[in-house]
């Protein structure tokens, strides 16, 4: 620790929480509810307006996940994080938020398998298509980017093979294009490695 910033091992128990202010409980208490309870209407309206942050809706917000997103968003040097139930759910909520039907994706051919049937095959049915790159030989990247082109994908560390990846090199790429480096970081983790440091945008 330098300068009185928390270090990582002291971001990966506190960070995001806080004492529970009825008990002063230090553990982040689990809640185990689907609902919350809203002040009067004008509260309930501002919540679902967006006007005002809080709970609504377990699937949309609650306080242990929120907790989760906080302390991921500061081991990996985020603004903010989003929870998922799974790798998949996260890559589709990226890139769902990128693609329409016709555009395509740039990936790493040295990918998790269950990553490379959801490019090739489930991505299919919303009109999104993938172009392999090899990481061994960045100019293939640029050479597979054409108008179409949404985001690059690529893992930190390459699941099972454990090839590293140029991160730095590819967002390079990637930012001269200006289109968005999507990296999953899964194998390596940020105590390993921060993609965000290395050019990484999501």
Known sequence: MSDGIPGFSTLAIHAGAQPDPATGARATPIYQTTSFVFDDVDHAASLFGLQAF???????????????????????????????????????????????????????????????????????????????????????????????????FIESLANPGGIVVDIAGISAIAKAKGIPLVVDNTMATPYLCRPIEHGADV
């Open 54 to 152: 809080g709970n609504i809706y377990t699937r949309i917000t609650n306080p242990t996940t929120a907790v989760l997103e906080e302390r991921v968003a500061a081991l990996e040097g985020g603004t903010a994080a989003l929870a998922t139930a799974s790798g998949h759910s996260a890559q589709l909520l990226a890139f769902h938020t990128m693609m329409q039907p016709g555009d395509n994706i740039v990936a790493a051919n040295k990918l998790y398998g269950g990553s490379i049937n959801q490019l090739n095959h489930s991505f299919k049915s919303f009109g999104w298509a993938v172009k392999w790159a090899n990481p061994d030989d960045l100019s293939t990247f640029e050479a597979a980017i054409d108008e179409n082109t949404k985001a690059i």
